[in-house]
Nanobody
């Protein structure tokens, strides 16, 4: 059974940092591209960024480029999202997703077969 479990969310002030983790089990993690998405209340799910299965390439949405960074540790089956200089507009539920050997720049959530349940990030001004 495939499981993706996010952690690390919370409530912070604008300008703060958070590091989200996504622990994956039930699949060969090193063969899966990983992505982070977010969804704010009343809005569609939005691509945040992705990382290739080897970790050699990352892609980011323009809204987070230069502030958010994705990394992975294949020996620990975990992908991370380092979020710096957080803004109130970053408030959302953040979810990780996995897809087999795909480009890390796929922004359509329907392309990802595996998802975590998400973790809430709230940024106050």
């Amino acid at each position: 059974q495939v499981q993706l479990v996010e952690s690390g969310g919370g409530s912070v002030q604008a300008g703060a940092s958070l590091r989200l983790s996504c622990a994956v089990s039930g699949l060969t993690f090193s063969r899966y591209t990983m992505a982070w998405f977010r969804q704010a209340p009343g809005k569609e799910r939005e691509f945040v960024g992705g990382i290739t299965w080897s970790g050699d390439r990352t892609y980011y949405a323009d809204s987070v480029k230069g502030r958010f960074f994705i990394s992975r540790e294949n020996d620990k089956n975990t992908v991370f999202l380092q979020m710096n200089s957080l803004k109130p507009e970053d408030t959302a539920v953040y979810s990780c997703a996995a897809d087999y050997l795909r480009s890390a720049g796929i922004q359509n959530p329907s392309e990802y077969p595996y998802w975590g349940r998400g973790t809430q990030v709230t940024v106050s001004s």
